[in-house]
């Protein structure tokens, strides 16, 4: 979403004639764009803006601005620990960019779509806000009630990326199928999204289980455009934490959803997120995280210690745990999560796949990173016809550790030797 977000001011920028600096030391304006979902975000965010203060001596005119959930988050509170900064600007209130950086007091007649971060895959926000009020998170503060985006402003963004080449759609919302407008569901949206020429391939995040609606299911199953691969955050694994945390799921709602996916495709790539050491998790509880893993066989996972945010119902939760319990819970489930991952990518090998063609190696010229429709990671060798945004059809030959390693196949070319 902060991507997303970036790119869109990038807009802003260059509609009132900005240029990208491509370096800090040849900037005059610095945007910084915050996310505040868990205690480290914000530390490591205001460790890179003290970075910036120097340049302010050497660029007179500089700029500096704070964006984003932190801005709103700490607010005022910012200015004075960090009295270098020009202004700090809420995520509800970046019309106001043009007016502070170019005196501009006529709204722009339009907000411009975001600006493309690369030629394969577009980022397109539907959603904004969150109504859900897990008892651990702060994003319902910082970014406010839900707000579903006309689908004509979605579909007209989505056309303007594949005449610039994008193929790869992914729709962004907090709790992205929990989209409606107007009486279209989300599933009705996702149907025209595929039908638009130039989409290849359309992902989603992030997903809230209880929006899986069956009519959503049967369409991820019947629309081939749809990549077969959801990240579904999870946060626990016993039914009493995800009750504590307000998820309003089960984990055998949650394991449903799983099940439904991987009978209609073994290899559904299923990722999610994992929260270890919310206040007066018990041992007990935190073993039924560990055998949700087993049960659920994610193909990865973003696995986080528990953080507590000032303002949410679970800051002022006193069974707390301690810094070390929560370390060694979430190294538990890393470890655990790791060698399902690897197994998970072994039953990759051997098959003919699709990949889209990312980037060139940075550590390796010679090769290509692309990306199967899965979600998985792939190395392939270069060959002089690939391209950003290209398909190749390959075979995964290999593994070096969980990323996998592929050949063109021969079928590429419609080879008959
Ligand atoms: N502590 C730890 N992890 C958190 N997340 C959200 N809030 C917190 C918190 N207070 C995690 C959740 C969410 C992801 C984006 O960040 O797992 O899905
Ligand atoms: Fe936070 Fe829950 Fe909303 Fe996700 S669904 S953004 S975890 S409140």
């Not at 106001?96 to 722009?108: D, G, M, R, V, Y």
Request: charged share 25%.
């Amino acid at each position: 979403m902060n991507e997303y977000d970036s790119a869109r001011l990038a807009a802003i920028l260059e509609l009132n004639g900005a240029s990208p600096a491509f370096k800090p030391e040849k900037a005059d304006i610095i945007l910084v764009n915050t996310c505040s979902v868990r205690a480290k975000a914000e530390e490591s965010a205001i460790a890179r803006i003290w970075d910036l203060k120097k340049l302010k001596t050497e660029n007179k005119g500089l700029k500096i601005g704070v964006l984003g959930c932190m801005a709103k988050n700490r607010g005022e509170s910012l200015l004075k620990d960090l009295p270098f900064l020009d202004f700090i600007l809420p995520p509800d209130e970046y019309q106001k960019l043009p007016e502070i950086l170019f005196q501009k007091t006529e709204p722009a007649p339009q907000t411009p779509f975001a600006k493309l971060t690369n030629k394969y895959s577009a980022f397109i926000a539907i959603q904004s806000g969150c109504n859900m009020r897990c008892a651990y998170c702060i994003v319902p503060y910082v970014r406010g009630r839900e707000q579903y985006r006309e689908p004509s402003s979605i579909l007209k963004e989505i056309e303007s990326a594949t005449v610039a080449g994008v193929s790869e759609i992914v729709l962004l919302g907090q709790t992205v199928n929990g989209y409606r407008y107007k009486g279209l569901s989300f599933a009705e949206l996702l149907k025209q999204v595929a039908s638009i020429k130039g989409v290849e391939r359309i992902r989603f995040v992030s997903p809230h289980p209880i929006h899986y609606t069956s009519e959503l299911l049967a369409l991820l199953m019947s629309e081939k455009k749809i990549a077969p691969h959801v990240h579904l955050p999870a946060q626990s694994g016993s039914n009493s934490v995800l009750k504590k945390m307000k998820r309003q799921y089960t984990r055998e709602a949650y394991l449903s959803i799983a099940e439904a996916l991987r009978s209609f495709n073994p290899l559904y790539g299923i990722t999610t997120d994992i929260i270890c050491g919310y206040p007066g998790e018990t041992e007990e509880e935190f073993k039924e995280t560990l055998s949700l893993l087993q049960e659920a066989r994610f193909d990865g996972a973003f696995m986080f210690a528990y953080s507590p945010r000032e303002g949410t119902p679970s800051a002022s939760e006193k069974e707390l745990i301690t810094e070390e319990e929560k370390k060694s819970r979430l190294q538990r489930v890393i470890d655990l999560q790791h060698s399902i991952t690897l197994e998970r990518a072994k039953l990759m090998l051997g098959r003919q796949e699709r990949i889209l063609l990312e980037k060139l190696s940075r550590r390796n010229s010679s090769e290509w990173i692309g990306k199967t429709g899965n979600f998985k990671k792939v190395i392939i060798p270069a060959q002089p016809s690939f391209k950003e945004g290209m398909y190749v059809d390959c075979v995964i030959e290999g593994l070096k550790g969980h990323t996998l390693q592929a050949r063109t196949s021969t079928f590429n070319f419609g080879c008959t030797i």
